[in-house]
């Protein structure tokens, strides 16, 4: 069983940034695939982007892609995911989640074993 705890989100103006993190607890977090993934209100959960275990291989959803950057510590067991250039279209709930497949970098949620329970970005336009 692994837990998720996200946080960083809060409301910030067109053209800022923020930097969430989420902190894993349980299992060995080095050998996960991390995703982040997002929720409009009245839109389908997206991908984000995602990083192998070793962080060496990522991938991004081609609307953040030059603006966001996902990153991760293993030695804090974290992951993070650095928006500059915030758009209104960004304002959804950003979810961290687990596939225990170290190597997979994978776009689809249901390869997602395990998530957080969200924190909300917020950007004025």
């Known amino acids: 069983q692994v837990q998720l705890v996200e946080s960083g989100g809060g409301l910030v103006q067109g053209g800022g940034s923020l930097r969430l993190s989420c902190t894993a607890s349980g299992g060995t977090f080095s050998m996960y695939t991390m995703g982040w993934f997002r929720q409009a209100p009245g839109k389908e959960r997206e991908f984000v982007a995602s990083i192998s275990g070793s962080g060496r291989r990522t991938r991004y959803a081609d609307s953040v892609k030059g603006r966001f950057t996902i990153s991760r510590d293993n030695a804090k067991s974290t992951v993070y995911l650095q928006m500059n250039s915030l758009k209104f279209e960004d304002t959804a709930v950003y979810f961290c989640?687990?596939?225990?497949?170290?190597?997979?970098?994978?776009?689809?949620?249901?390869?997602?074993?395990?998530w957080g329970q969200g924190t909300q970005v917020t950007v004025s336009s």
């Open positions: 989640a687990v596939d225990r497949n170290t190597f997979s970098i994978a776009e689809d949620e249901l390869r997602y074993e395990y």
